[in-house]
């Protein structure tokens, strides 16, 4: 079961609707010195879209108009930032790379308002609707470290659903103006799999949902590791898959009986195997 995020919830499903729409693509809550905080958006379509009018909203549902330049091309990036100038010094972003700033910029709650509640909403609206995208994240989605950010693994998933994102495994820690390291292509040879969901889990209070894609169906098996790589937990057993999903870590599987930083792996096995782990702190 997912966690419950009300009116959020409709919002992102809504959604579906506009799939060609320009989408959330990355963000950066917690942001390093200097920084700012930063959302960027992908143009998934095949034309450019002009973003003049729209509207950027966070949870306290207070609009923030984009500028009228603002446009995305297909398969572009736009990066909404609160510190323009800050972030492209930051990342050395050449020009070619947008950067705007609406004509104001929420303060972007990295705290779980409530338990069961979301720290906050994006929801990124045209004039007159309906709404192209929304998330709704929680705390426990978001990097520890500043400046990392939060990547959109796939933007066929609805940003609500928490497997939709990751953390950036980027060496800059994010990826502004270019694709997301969770989803970069396949070279040959490499089977360009993806597992991905959140890094801080407490499966016996709330499910943790996390995406897999792979080369094509196969079977999927999932364990859980100490960091020397010592078996704790065999959580799912060999079962048959689609080459992309979800799986569920929720009460009905085990759990180690102390808290601490533990490697979920996954193996899937198909024409290949392929084998990926994250590391995850878990709490009981």
Avoid at 57 to 66: A, C, F, P, Q
Avoid at 140 to 159: C, I, K, N, Y
Avoid at 254 to 262: D, K
């Amino acid at each position: 079961m997912l966690p419950h995020h009300g009116p959020a919830h409709a919002l992102a499903f809504a959604a579906l609707l506009c799939l060609a729409s320009p989408v959330f693509n990355e963000l950066v809550i917690r942001p390093a010195a200097g920084e700012g905080e930063w959302v960027e958006l992908l143009n998934p379509g095949t034309g450019p879209v002009s973003l003049s009018g729209w509207v950027l909203r966070d949870g306290t549902g207070k609009s923030y108009l984009l500028p009228q330049a603002a446009e995305v091309g297909p398969g572009g990036f736009l990066v909404l930032a609160s510190r323009p100038e800050s972030l492209r010094a930051a990342y050395a972003l050449p020009g070619s790379v947008r950067v705007l700033r609406p004509d104001g910029w929420p303060t972007l709650n990295d705290r779980d308002a409530s338990r069961g509640r979301p720290a906050d909403v994006l929801v990124l609206e045209p004039p007159g609707g309906p709404v192209a995208d929304s998330v709704a994240y929680y705390e426990a989605w978001l990097p520890p470290r500043p400046g990392r950010s939060l990547e959109r693994v796939d933007t066929a998933v609805p940003g609500v659903v928490p497997a939709a994102w990751g953390w950036s495994e980027d060496p800059s820690g994010a990826t502004p103006g270019r694709s997301n390291s969770l989803v970069t292509e396949a070279a040959p040879g490499d089977p360009g799999a993806v597992w991905s969901g959140p890094r801080r889990v407490e499966p016996r209070r709330r499910a943790a949902v996390y995406g897999y894609r792979f080369p094509g169906p196969g079977t999927l098996a999932v364990w859980l590791l100490e960091p020397e790589g010592r078996v704790v937990e065999a959580l799912s057993a060999p079962h048959p898959v689609p080459a992309a999903g979800h799986w569920v870590w929720s009460a009905t599987q085990p759990a180690p009986t102390r808290a601490g930083l533990y490697l979920l792996c996954v193996r899937w096995r198909g024409e290949t195997s392929v084998r990926r782990c994250l590391p995850v702190w878990v709490t009981p």
